[in-house]
């Protein structure tokens, strides 16, 4: 699943080749991913900007916006020019702009959760519009952090992947965190002292930050297997923790899976 790191390196790849252009074609190919309707075509506008909102990418196409949600399995494929070949059972939705270049939404999932809004306003999607502060924003403070977590008598982990709490963030970099503040993925925020709340609070910015610098400038293609390659504990299981060289354990609650560093993470 995309999270922001990854989404905001995309958009900013985006930005850089779309802005200035004028849409020439937006098909959807599977309406199942269509959640406004009817929906308004972008064709003929032109592309003002490209933009993250926690894990959201927002194309601002003149009159209307064209919100995409990744959901579990989704991400873009960019063509240089117009592909010769028919586009798979993958590809959702293709958006063709004036100099040939071509942008394929593709769902590799067997059921689809790519979402695709066409919108006046990137606020009228209710997901967008419910998103908590955003740790990768540099206005986001340790009070903004407070108040999403302290207190609350439940799991970290759950809290950290809320959108409506703290946006942007999912399984992978919510693990990712804790192995940097040395927490426990079950931990419940209510029994987090003030000690353990400052190391969370500069590990999650610190992360996301971190990720977002060395993701940027890569190609889409070349996006999921950089995140992979940079995960500490995610995905990990039964390898050396690189903090301590113990093993790192998957646990399932919740339904979620944490993996995590027993050693090294209470
Ligand atoms: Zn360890």
Same mark, same amino acid.
């Given at each position: 699943?995309?999270?922001?790191?990854?989404?905001?390196?995309?958009?900013?790849?985006?930005?850089?080749?779309?802005?200035?252009?004028?849409?020439?074609?937006?098909?959807?190919?599977?309406?199942?991913?269509?959640?406004?309707?009817?929906?308004?075509?972008?064709?003929?506008?032109?592309?003002?900007?490209?933009?993250?909102?926690?894990?959201?990418?927002?194309?601002?196409?003149?009159?209307?916006?064209?919100?995409?949600?990744?959901?579990?399995?989704?991400?873009?494929?960019?063509?240089? &020019?117009?592909? $010769?070949? !028919?586009?798979?059972? %993958?590809?959702?939705? #293709? /958006?063709?702009?004036?100099?040939?270049? @071509? =942008?394929?939404?593709?769902?590799?999932?067997?059921?689809?959760?790519?979402?695709?809004?066409?919108?006046?306003?990137?606020?009228?999607?209710?997901?967008?519009?419910?998103?908590?502060?955003?740790?990768?924003?540099?206005?986001?403070?340790?009070?903004?952090?407070?108040?999403?977590?302290?207190?609350?008598?439940?799991?970290?982990?759950?809290?950290?992947?809320?959108?409506?709490?703290?946006?942007?963030?999912?399984?992978?970099?919510?693990?990712?965190?804790?192995?940097?503040?040395?927490?426990?993925? &079950?931990?419940? $925020?209510? !029994?987090?002292?003030? %000690?353990?709340?400052? #190391? /969370?609070?500069?590990?999650?910015?610190? @992360? =996301?930050?971190?990720?977002?610098?060395?993701?940027?400038?890569?190609?889409?293609?070349?996006?999921?297997?950089?995140?992979?390659?940079?995960?500490?504990?995610?995905?990990?299981?039964?390898?050396?923790?690189?903090?301590?060289?113990?093993?790192?354990?998957?646990?399932?609650?919740?339904?979620?899976?944490?993996?995590?560093?027993?050693?090294?993470?209470?």
């Amino acid at each position: 699943m995309p999270e922001s790191p990854e989404v905001q390196a995309l958009a900013e790849f985006l930005a850089k080749r779309m802005v200035g252009h004028r849409i020439r074609t937006f098909t959807v190919r599977d309406q199942r991913v269509l959640k406004t309707r009817p929906a308004p075509d972008p064709a003929g506008e032109q592309v003002n900007g490209v933009l993250r909102f926690g894990k959201y990418l927002d194309i601002d196409a003149g009159a209307n916006h064209v919100v995409c949600s990744l959901g579990r399995h989704g991400w873009v494929r960019w063509h240089d &020019t117009r592909p $010769a070949e !028919a586009a798979g059972a %993958e590809v959702v939705a #293709r /958006l063709g702009l004036d100099d040939g270049a @071509t =942008i394929d939404l593709v769902d590799a999932g067997e059921f689809r959760s790519v979402g695709v809004w066409i919108v006046p306003e990137t606020a009228d999607v209710p997901g967008v519009r419910k998103l908590g502060p955003d740790p990768a924003d540099l206005s986001f403070t340790r009070a903004d952090f407070r108040r999403a977590v302290d207190g609350r008598r439940k799991m970290i982990k759950a809290i950290l992947q809320e959108q409506e709490s703290l946006a942007g963030i999912g399984n992978a970099y919510s693990d990712e965190i804790l192995f940097a503040a040395k927490i426990a993925p &079950t931990v419940y $925020a209510s !029994a987090l002292d003030d %000690e353990a709340l400052d #190391r /969370l609070y500069t590990a999650r910015t610190t @992360t =996301i930050r971190g990720a977002i610098d060395a993701r940027r400038g890569l190609p889409p293609e070349e996006m999921k297997a950089a995140k992979v390659a940079a995960m500490a504990v995610h995905g990990r299981t039964g390898e050396p923790c690189p903090g301590c060289g113990g093993t790192i354990v998957d646990i399932a609650f919740g339904g979620t899976t944490a993996q995590y560093c027993p050693s090294c993470q209470h």
